[in-house]
């Protein structure tokens, strides 16, 4: 069974109007990661959530947001989406204690075109 | 990526033994992953090893760590077509707890 579900798969939005991308998670984590990747190139982390506390990454635009009403959702938000905002976002979980990390595991992202 | 480096590309024939190569620049990195990733597909992980680990074995993979030269290296026995994806290696650094960074990822081919 998935365990990081991310909605839609697919996405295409227009250039300038503001997207949302969902994710969710059945594995009770404490910590949430949204991730940017575009062609033949590494995942780019955008920011995460540990728990309540948002942290972003210093090169991440403002065009991203990110809210997380609860522990089991998180939401990415493009308030003006353009040509360049084009990737696959990858959503990923981690539990993080005192004792150590585990592993991250990912959705199986969302492939969003602007067009 | 530039903390952890991959060759880019890699092609085997179908039944060889693949193995697939990664540097890293922090020594005091505690986890190092290998994920595998598929066409259009989110990032599946395959195995991870403890700093403290010198190899570690899981079915058809074999994980060996080098702390020494800094260099982590992923072993497919009997490679399959099923093989053929991106393999990303990625540690988590020693300036954060748990945030990964990735290598640019190698893509593997399997040919018949």
């Known amino acids: 069974d998935a365990m990081v579900i991310q909605n839609p798969r697919y996405q295409v939005t227009q250039f300038g109007k503001p997207v949302t991308l969902s994710c969710s998670q059945t594995?009770?984590?404490?910590?949430m990661y949204w991730y940017q990747q575009k062609s033949s190139q590494a995942p780019k982390l955008l920011f995460h959530?540990?728990?309540?506390?948002?942290?972003n990454e210093a090169d991440t635009p403002d065009n991203f947001q990110s809210r997380r009403p609860n522990t089991s959702f998180c939401f990415l938000d493009i308030r003006s989406p353009g040509l360049g905002d084009a990737a696959m976002y990858l959503c990923?979980?981690?539990?993080?204690?005192?004792?150590?990390?585990?592993?991250?595991?990912f959705g199986q992202g969302t492939r969003l075109t602007v067009v | 990526g530039e903390d952890v480096e991959q060759s880019l590309f890699l092609s085997v024939r179908e039944g060889d033994s693949s193995v697939i190569n990664c540097t890293y620049t922090?020594?005091?990195?505690?986890?190092l992953y290998w994920y595998k990733q598929e066409p259009g597909a989110g990032l599946q992980l395959l195995t991870y090893i403890f700093s403290n680990m010198d190899m570690k074995q899981d079915q058809r993979l074999t994980v060996l760590l080098n702390k020494k030269d800094k260099h982590l290296s992923l072993r497919i026995a009997d490679t399959q077509t099923g093989d053929s994806a991106i393999y990303f290696c990625?540690?988590?650094?020693?300036?954060?707890?748990?945030?990964?960074?990735f290598g640019a990822g190698t893509t593997v081919t399997v040919r018949a």
């Open positions: 959530y540990y728990d309540k506390d948002f942290n």
């Open positions: 922090d020594s005091s990195s505690t986890y």
């Open positions: 594995l009770n984590h404490n910590v």
């Open positions: 990625a540690e988590i650094p020693s300036n954060n707890d748990y945030k990964l960074s």
């Open positions: 990923a979980t981690s539990r993080v204690s005192g004792t150590g990390n585990t592993e991250a595991f």
